[in-house]
């Protein structure tokens, strides 16, 4: 089934850098949005682009798609401590079921 | 002010033994759903409600059997419980499908 591989496992970085994660696709989707999980929480929402954007800024993110590479990268600016998480991808595949498939993460590790 | 609460955070229980989890949202959502995030992180899609009718079944043992008593409830229960059933679950809800999902902050099982 699609599924997102998001791509470091693992990422560790001092506080001020910027933080780039990516998220590869096997088919087709109408959008793909960025979760957030902090540890012992729940996902949250952080951003969806839709397959004909190419670029979105919220903050300190910016997030990229490329349908054409079926990919996908997440940056975190200007990174904090606060930033410290796990982040997941979630792929819409084009005429599948309507469900939302998650990839495996990328643990992110800020240090003050 | 809690979107997604689930309950219990915590549950140890023995083999054998059959549990619920309980789950509400007041966002008003049509849509919830059971994820299961296994001890890797990587978070599957188990059930989706719409409207309080099942619209995703996904290969799920059928010792686990949801019930939406209405649109604002998604309980989970668990059968017979297994050691392989050790995860943390998330309920979730939506607008609609494969929109923006509001995430609970997760039941973590164990099974002994």
């Known amino acids: 089934s699609q599924q997102g591989e998001e791509d470091p496992q693992a990422l560790s970085i001092q506080e001020g850098e910027n933080a780039t994660m990516n998220c590869s696709y096997k088919?087709?989707?109408?959008?793909l949005q960025w979760y957030r999980q902090n540890s012992g929480r729940g996902l949250v929402h952080l951003i969806l682009i839709r397959s004909n954007e190419r670029e979105k800024h919220s903050g300190r993110l910016r997030v990229t798609l490329d349908t054409s590479k079926k990919s996908s990268s997440l940056l975190i600016t200007a990174s904090r401590a606060a930033d410290t998480a796990s982040y997941f991808c979630?792929?819409?595949?084009?005429?599948?079921?309507?469900?939302?498939?998650f990839g495996k993460g990328t643990k992110l590790t800020v240090n003050p | 002010d809690t979107a997604v609460s689930q309950t219990p955070k915590y549950l140890v229980t023995q083999m054998g033994n059959d549990k619920s989890i309980k789950c509400e949202q007041n966002l008003g959502h049509d849509t919830m759903y059971w994820y299961k995030q296994d001890s890797k992180k990587f978070l599957k899609i188990m059930f989706s409600?719409?409207?309080?009718?099942?619209?995703i079944n996904e290969t799920v043992p059928n010792r686990f059997s949801p019930k939406s008593p209405d649109k604002a409830h998604l309980n989970l229960h668990i059968n017979s419980l297994e050691l392989g059933d050790s995860a943390v679950y998330f309920c979730?809800?939506?607008?609609?499908?494969?929109?923006?999902?509001?995430f609970g902050e997760g039941s973590w099982l164990t099974v002994v």
């Open positions: 409600y719409n409207n309080k009718e099942l619209i």
């Open positions: 979630a792929t819409d595949a084009k005429g599948g079921s309507e469900k939302l498939v």
């Open positions: 088919t087709s989707i109408n959008n």
């Open positions: 979730a809800s939506s607008h609609g499908t494969v929109n923006t999902i509001y």
